[in-house]
């Protein structure tokens, strides 16, 4: 939907980076969920703040090196490089919102 919302027609660029960034789609969540998983806590409330204690502060830091990354890829002069910007921008902002929220 955000794509479409932006104006942006499915290409090979977009559709080459959409495929890339399928990872950092599911980067976040997948190890909160290991932690999650492998706490010792016994209930949900226990597992929750474990997995946000241990992992919390490591998801949030890779967030913004690849926010780092993105915004750096903003100032390139190829199209390509700075819908990939947006995507990875965007991408990392959703799983993020979506991991710890």
Known sequence: ???KTIGWEL???EAIAG???I???VDY???LGHTYTAAAAETREGKTAAAATVMGPTVVAGAFTTFGVAFFMFFCQLTFFTKM???IGGTVGYSLLYSLF
């Open 1 to 3: 939907g955000t794509i």
């Open 11 to 13: 290409g090979v660029g």
């Open 19 to 21: 495929t890339i960034v």
């Open 23 to 25: 990872g950092l789609a």
């Open 29 to 31: 969540t997948v190890h």
């Open 85 to 87: 910007a947006t995507l």
